[in-house]
């Protein structure tokens, strides 16, 4: 007759190697990313202080592709520009000038608005496209 061999099962074994190295990663990560006491940076934040008064009207220009220019609704020419701006950034403690260009104004005529406004006072300046 047949005689059939039985064979002796393995015991299974897990590998516990892998296992290790996620749970080492996992520590390395949680390490890396907790926040100490000591570790941030101290901020001094405004305490939230209105001013007391008004904010100072900050001047538009505005310049068309035409070649027309507009100061605070006032239609002006690139020589009165200069006369105009003085008056108006003459008595303010911020010098900023809003300057709102069409996309399709000629790159020299906003050269040339820009260059008017720095002889005229203006110190800092907002550009609009």
């Known amino acids: 007759m047949f005689q059939i061999e039985t064979r002796k099962k393995k015991k299974f074994k897990t590998d516990l ?3 290790i190295d996620v749970v080492f990663l996992l520590l390395i990560f949680f390490m890396l990313t907790f926040a ?3 570790q941030g940076m101290d901020v001094n934040l405004p305490n939230g202080i209105a ?3 008004s904010p100072e ?3 538009r220009l505005s310049i068309h592709k035409n070649g027309t220019f ?3 609704d006032d239609l002006v ?3 009165e520009l200069a006369e105009k701006l003085k008056t108006e950034l003459q008595g303010k403690t ?3 000038l809003e300057i709102e ?3 399709e104004t000629p790159y020299d005529l906003f050269a040339k608005a820009l260059d008017v406004a720095r002889q005229s006072g203006a110190k800092d300046f907002s550009i609009i496209m």
């Open 77 to 79: 020419t690139l020589g």
């Open 36 to 38: 100490t006491p000591g």
């Open 51 to 53: 001013p007391s008064s």
């Open 101 to 103: 260009s069409d996309p």
């Open 17 to 19: 190697a892998p296992l």
């Open 94 to 96: 911020n010098k900023i």
């Open 57 to 59: 009207r900050i001047s």
């Open 70 to 72: 507009r100061l605070n």
